[in-house]
């Protein structure tokens, strides 16, 4: 026999949404372009999700690769996006959305509570496909630690994204490696399940996931830089 008791416990997350907006008395009527990154990480001690050692249990998880490096890219993005329209040399053709997501580590809840508000705020149904509001969703997690090439995942779901990246890449020149992945773990999958095409940057596994050791001085900072600026010039 066995006897199992479960705790319920329920906490608050937050998603962190800002516009760039290309209309001037509200969202455009084109569909709009999503870039997100999530913003938590595995906090203060060893939980589930952690791969430290024993010796590594009761120290701080700094997730600076994941996902520090995404959220920074992200600050970038939007901000070199914004700068661009504010000297006049952007003239945007639909609404950016920048997305910082929360509850990534445990099952994508942020993005996955996001993508069902809007359809069923808009759709009267939760289940709905966002095609007609969201044209495509560009991810970034764990970005800083470029070593030989960026994956770039997703490129299956739009025959649209391999000249994009050819295109944009030739001033910066990433060596990179197109991956038709479309089922991913990340914030992204929950886009392609709504019908909307994705594209997700990734430098990469590494021995100091999950660890006390995913450390800041470990970002490969030039690379990261380089990144962004590739996923900025796309959307």
């Not at 809840?109 to 095609?131: I, N």
Request: net charge negative.
């Amino acid at each position: 026999e066995v006897s199992i008791d479960v705790d319920q416990e329920k906490r608050i997350g937050r998603n962190v949404i800002g516009v760039l907006s290309a209309g001037q008395t509200g969202p455009h009527p084109n569909p709009a372009v999503v870039i997100g990154a999530h913003i938590d990480h595995l906090g203060a001690e060893a939980g589930p999700g952690s791969l430290a050692r024993d010796d590594e249990k009761d120290m701080i998880h700094y997730g600076a690769d994941d996902n520090a490096s995404g959220v920074a890219g992200l600050l970038e993005i939007a901000e070199y996006l914004s700068d661009m329209r504010e000297r006049g040399k952007l003239d945007l053709q639909r609404d950016i959305v920048f997305a910082a997501w929360s509850g990534e580590e445990i099952g994508l809840l942020g993005s996955s509570h996001f993508v069902r508000k809007l359809a069923k705020d808009t759709m009267g149904d939760e289940s709905a496909p966002l095609g007609l509001l969201i044209s495509s969703y560009l991810n970034m997690d764990m970005i800083g630690r470029l070593n030989e090439k960026l994956v770039l995942q997703g490129i299956g779901s739009s025959d649209y994204w391999k000249s994009a990246i050819e295109q944009r890449n030739a001033p910066i020149g990433l060596p990179i490696n197109a991956q038709n992945d479309t089922y991913l773990p990340t914030d992204a999958t929950n886009f392609y399940l709504r019908k909307v095409p994705i594209l997700s940057a990734f430098t990469g596994a590494h021995e100091d996931y999950h660890t006390p050791r995913d450390t800041p001085d470990k970002i490969n900072y030039e690379g990261a830089r380089d990144i962004s600026k590739l996923m900025g010039l796309i959307a």
